[in-house]
């Protein structure tokens, strides 16, 4: 398995960027590619076939297929991971792998519905692709979640599919609502009670699916939306800590600290090209 590119786009809505993230293309016979939209509405398209962009889907494009992201149909702007990567034939799990998949319908399971936890899992490969030296570890957790993903029965079919995600979910519609206030404060107490749950039953709920807290996974929203100011804006560091509702900029780098293992200084430095300044 070798991962050929890995990119975090945040906030796509138009411009140059749109334009470029938008276009109609193809990869190279071997190469496969994941997206993983976070947020946002929109339309992808894969060869002749359109599907609904909503927060937490999941799409495989296969070797020589065209695919891109429909510049005039994007309603809410979106974010989202783009994985690059090309099996090893000679590797029996990659082979098994691919096996797995050309074996099945894919139409069954193109636009697949995620774990909120694993979103983290996919940041934190995000971090090791740009990890000198980690490569090997950074393949290891792709190949781990693409066989959680395509190993067992598909989760969702069709093609413009309406969200899946159950009204009566408390836990989705928290998360929801989490990505609306990202640059907000948020009372927990509060959002149950929008829920129609006890604080302690929500929290008890909500850790139950997603393994963290809710005001711990609100951070990690907030933190990887921040990552991505970081690397894509010339934003002061206490900008973007004004800008997603932190007390002050010591507060921030404390909090992203703990979450990304760097502080925003060397984070932007390491991810933006730019060098530590």
Not at 134 to 146: G, H, N, P, Q, T
Request: overall charge positive; hydrophobic content about 40%.
């Amino acid at each position: 398995m070798r991962i050929k590119d890995m990119v975090h786009v945040y906030k796509l809505e138009g411009g140059d960027k749109l334009a470029w993230h938008g276009r109609y293309h193809t990869h190279d016979p071997g190469d496969y590619e994941v997206h993983l939209f976070l947020e946002g509405n929109g339309l992808f398209l894969l060869n002749r076939s359109k599907f609904i962009i909503q927060g937490n889907r999941l799409f495989l494009t296969k070797p020589r297929e065209f695919h891109s992201i429909l510049p005039d149909a994007v309603r809410r702007p979106i974010s989202y991971y783009a994985i690059l990567f090309e099996p090893d034939p000679a590797a029996a799990p990659d082979r098994e792998l691919i096996s797995l998949i050309e074996a099945r319908d894919l139409a069954a399971y193109r636009n697949t519905g995620i774990e909120g936890r694993e979103r983290f899992l996919v940041e934190e490969l995000y971090h090791l692709t740009r990890d000198t030296g980690r490569e090997r570890a950074a393949e290891y957790l792709l190949l781990s979640l693409l066989y959680r993903w395509y190993g067992a029965a598909p989760a969702v079919s069709g093609e413009i599919v309406p969200d899946r995600n159950a009204r009566g979910d408390h836990t989705e519609r928290a998360l929801a609502l989490m990505e609306k206030s990202i640059r907000e404060k948020i009372d927990i107490g509060s959002l149950a009670r929008r829920l129609n749950l006890s604080e302690e039953h929500f929290i008890r709920l909500f850790h139950k699916k997603l393994g963290m807290s809710p005001f711990q996974y609100f951070i990690r929203l907030k933190i990887e939306a921040a990552s991505a100011y970081l690397v894509d804006t010339n934003l002061t560091i206490a900008s973007v800590a004004e800008h997603f509702g932190f007390e002050n900029p010591f507060h921030f780098s404390r909090v992203f600290k703990k979450c990304t293992g760097l502080s925003p200084r060397h984070y932007r430095g390491t991810f933006s090209g730019r060098g530590v300044e």
